[in-house]
């Protein structure tokens, strides 16, 4: 039998915080994040991230483990979370893996093949001067050329993506959709225990929506323009994440403040509905109710009694 862990997936805003410590507390655990945009340091405000307040001396991580301009595959996030997923292992502690990045959570609990597809900052270089240049539509029109279908699943406003699909196919010869087709087979690695939050969408977005509003009054722009002033581009893959790109145009005067957070607003929610399709998608995912945000204790405990009978 494989050694087990739990992963708690769902969308931006559901809840996975607060349930994911409260459980690590039950179960006597640490909690592994499993959040693409959490990995860099400076970047606190926009990406949401646990505060120390809010772990209640849970440990956590990969959160802070990298510069916003240091390259940070998903294959480099399977490799130094398996390390961490073994030691709590071997120390009798199951893990607790928690995020709503699709890739790095299927990362640990399928084979995907990263084998082949090594990253070369030279022609990601490349491509992103090309971004530049001519624009999202100019860059997305050749990955519909060479990958159509990445493109149908990839938007072409998810830059990071977009450039990411055009590296493989340089680099492998191989179209990333292809690589992809083995996304669900199930790593024999671990046995996942994978737990699902769900709200009904217009409570979640009206959740959404406050919170952006909660970031701006914590100083997200602040954040932001820091950044910005310590020399980080723009342009880099960290800063194209959502929360920091709209900022950056309110920064550089080129909308207001009031349209940034609109649309901010509107990205979010855009992104909550993808990972909601994401996991969805995941026939082993035990969804539980989170509707009513004030009864969320009980929810922790149902989750709870579920896990007893699995692990």
């Not at 992103?128 to 997305?140: I, T």
């Not at 959404?208 to 701006?216: A, C, E, F, T």
């Amino acid at each position: 039998m494989s050694d087990k862990i739990i992963v708690i997936v769902g969308p931006t805003a559901v809840g996975k915080t607060y349930v994911s410590v409260e459980l690590a507390k039950k179960l006597g655990t640490e909690i592994i994040s499993a959040d693409s945009a959490q990995i860099y340091r400076g970047m606190d405000i926009g990406t949401a991230k646990i505060t120390s307040d809010e772990m209640h001396g849970i440990k956590h991580h990969m959160i802070d483990i990298v510069e916003p301009d240091e390259n940070y595959s998903v294959s480099d996030f399977k490799e130094d979370s398996e390390k961490i997923i073994d030691s709590l292992i071997e120390n009798g502690k199951i893990p607790i893996i928690v995020g709503g990045s699709g890739l790095y959570v299927n990362s640990l609990i399928y084979d995907l093949d990263f084998g082949n597809a090594k990253s070369d900052e030279k022609i990601r270089d490349y491509y992103m001067y090309y971004y530049r240049e001519h624009g999202e539509d100019a860059l997305y029109e050749k990955l519909q050329k060479i990958d159509p279908a990445s493109a149908e699943k990839i938007h072409k406003n998810n830059v990071k993506r977009v450039i990411r699909a055009l590296e493989v196919y340089d680099i492998t010869g191989t179209r990333f959709s292809e690589l992809n087709t083995d996304i669900r087979k199930p790593s024999n690695k671990y046995e996942c225990i994978l737990v699902g939050l769900s709200m009904d969408r217009k409570i979640l977005y009206e959740r959404i929506n406050m919170r952006v509003d909660n970031m701006i009054s914590c100083g997200l722009p602040d954040e932001v323009r820091k950044l910005l002033s310590m020399g980080y581009s723009k342009d880099l893959v960290s800063m194209q994440a959502i929360g920091y790109k709209e900022i950056v145009d309110y920064l550089e005067e080129s909308i207001t403040l009031e349209d940034a957070v609109s649309t901010l607003k509107r990205n979010t929610r855009r992104f909550a509905k993808r990972q909601y399709t994401w996991f969805l998608k995941d026939e082993n995912v035990k969804w539980f109710d989170v509707n009513d945000i004030r009864e969320i204790d009980l929810t922790v405990n149902e989750i709870y009694e579920f896990l007893k009978t699995t692990i």
